[in-house]
């Protein structure tokens, strides 16, 4: 089956600065990727998301950049924020035979901390 | 619209008991997936559900069962618990079709066993 293995497992920053938290899968299948992120309590929260089919997505302050060769893809947060403190993770999904994308396998998270 | 409800949210069982949790997807969502969340482990996928049937497994012993309802609701239901079945458990809903992939989380049902 699929294996998600996600790095660092704990990310410190400076506000203002840039975080990169990245992420390797196996299954060569597998061509949905979306990162969640979750604050102390809370449910995962979906903040970006990338098919198999594009290299780059951007959406305001995040990016997310997919390697489909070397099977690792990567989340860019710029101008990081206090607010940005969460644990961040990763997924994998694949509907190769039809299936759906129902199965996430996630990896381990990061836990990012932006100090003021 | 609302999102992903969980019922109930905080649990605590004894071993040996039995356990059903309840997932209410977002309006129009016909696939439920259930997670369990443990700091040891992290995520771990548990099954899917998609208009009554169960569409993906993963790796969980066969005291873990799911179903789901035809206005989508999905119950788990963990029987003989064990200590290390203490978890957040969380469900996350989608529309299930083809070219459709968000997943929404709901808030999670935080089980204790002792």
């Known amino acids: 089956g699929e294996n998600v293995e996600q790095h660092p497992s704990t990310l410190s920053v400076q506000e203002g600065d840039s975080a990169v938290i990245k992420c390797t899968y196996s299954d060569s299948a597998s061509n949905y990727f979306p990162w969640y992120k979750q604050e102390l309590g809370k449910r995962p929260q979906l903040i970006i998301d990338?098919?198999?089919?594009?290299g780059e997505k951007k959406d305001q302050r995040i990016a997310v950049t997919l390697n489909k060769t070397a099977k690792h893809f990567s989340l860019h947060i710029t101008e990081t924020q206090p607010e940005d403190s969460a644990v961040y993770f990763c997924?994998?999904?694949?509907?190769?035979?039809?299936?759906?994308?129902?199965?996430?396998?996630f990896g381990q998270g990061t836990i990012l901390t932006v100090h003021p | 619209k609302a999102g992903v409800t969980q019922t109930p949210r905080y649990l605590i069982k004894t071993r040996g008991q039995q356990v059903t949790l309840s997932c209410s997807p977002i309006?129009?969502?016909?696939?439920v997936s259930w997670y369990q969340q443990t700091p040891g482990q992290g995520l771990q996928f548990l099954f899917e559900?998609?208009?009554?049937?169960?569409?993906n497994k993963g790796n969980f012993p066969g005291r873990f069962s799911g179903r789901q309802f035809s206005n989508s609701r999905s119950e788990m239901n963990v029987s003989t618990l064990e200590l290390g079945d203490s978890a957040l458990y969380l469900c996350?809903?989608?529309?299930?079709?083809?070219?459709?992939?968000?997943?929404?989380f709901g808030p999670g049902t935080r089980l204790t066993v002792t």
């Open positions: 997924a994998a999904a694949s509907n190769a035979g039809g299936t759906s994308y129902g199965k996430l396998t």
């Open positions: 990338i098919r198999s089919n594009v």
């Open positions: 559900y998609f208009s009554e049937t169960q569409r």
């Open positions: 309006s129009g969502h016909r696939s």
């Open positions: 996350a809903s989608s529309p299930g079709l083809a070219g459709t992939y968000e997943q929404y």
